[in-house]
């Protein structure tokens, strides 16, 4: 990652001038599927890899925006009034999603920016590009517009956004990963509580990430269908997610259950089970 050469590639597109460097790391997640909606753990680590922004406050409301990832789309220019998502805005409508969700947290942003981006995860692989575009935005609006705010406030502000602006229903783990993500540690995060806990990784291991190369399509519409079934599952031992129910409380009504939601609860309270037990394994 040469950053000089991206440097000169915002100077190249915004009228010679330069701008300050940010990066924030993509993430891959070790173990805890399924678990983060129902109020459980799950144990990521940041990426060697991620999203790196040249950014320079303007001094108008002029957006201006430029990733070498999409160079066929050029600059794409917007304003930061009346920020809303926009089809032709393509993947400037998640920084602007980002700016939109700082003015709903009371940090009105009212002064424009020129950004370009360059980013080294693959777009879409699941390594959750999106969100490292989230929290470099959210550093950049820190550092150049002074807002005070937390990393784990980036985080939300980020999840925020996705949800409300860019219209995907995520959870709050890649975000706070990217964020929160430490040099050679795991990350056990409890999704109900937002504590973490840095889990040094033994020396010498590599986390290797394979490309199954299988194409991820629309899984929306099953991931929700997923999502109601844990939250039937929580109804029935009236809990308020299954994070709260026991294997034991499980186990005794399991043949109770319509067997697919018993398959998902069960899922749920193993998974979350074996992601604690696994950042105990690792730490020892
Ligand atoms: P994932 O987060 O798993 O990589 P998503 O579909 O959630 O996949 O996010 C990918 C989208 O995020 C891209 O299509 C693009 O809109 C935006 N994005 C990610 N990285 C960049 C980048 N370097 N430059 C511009 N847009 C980016
Ligand atoms: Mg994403």
């Not at 031992?237 to 034991?248: G, I, K, N, Y």
């Not at 309270?269 to 037990?277: F, G, K, L, S």
Request: proline share 3%; hydrophobic share 35%; aromatic share 8%.
């Amino acid at each position: 990652m040469d950053i000089e050469y991206v440097r000169s590639r915002f100077i190249k597109h915004f009228d010679g001038t330069t701008g300050s460097v940010y990066a924030s790391p993509g993430r891959i997640n070790l173990i805890g599927e399924h678990t983060d909606y129902n109020g459980g753990h799950v144990f990521p680590c940041a990426l060697t890899i991620g999203t790196y922004g040249v950014a320079r406050r303007r001094e108008d409301k002029k957006l201006r925006f430029y990733s070498m990832n999409f160079e066929q789309l050029g600059v794409i220019e917007s304003s930061v009034e009346g920020l809303k998502p926009e089809k032709e805005a393509d993947w400037t409508n998640y920084p602007k999603g980002v700016m939109w969700a700082f003015g709903e947290k009371g940090m009105e942003v009212t002064n424009g920016m020129d950004l370009l981006l360059f980013g080294n995860i693959p777009n879409g692989s699941g390594l959750s590009s999106s969100a490292s575009v989230e929290i470099l935005t959210g550093y950049i609006l820190r550092d150049q517009y002074g807002f005070e705010v937390s990393n784990q406030d980036l985080a939300l502000i980020g999840q925020f956004s996705e949800n409300k602006f860019n219209g995907v229903n995520c959870g709050i783990m890649d975000q706070l990963i990217s964020a929160l993500g430490k040099k050679d540690h795991a990350l056990l995060i409890d999704c109900r509580t937002l504590g973490t806990k840095a889990v040094s990784m033994p020396e010498g291991v590599a986390v290797v990430i394979i490309n199954s190369n299988f194409k991820r399509t629309l899984v929306g519409s099953e991931y929700n269908t997923r999502r109601e079934q844990c939250e039937t599952g929580a109804r029935f031992f009236q809990q308020p997610a299954l994070r709260d129910v026991s294997l034991e409380a499980f186990n005794a009504v399991a043949h109770e259950l319509d067997p697919i939601v018993a398959k998902r609860v069960r899922h749920v309270i193993t998974e979350n089970a074996r992601t604690v037990e696994a950042a105990q394994a690792l730490e020892k």
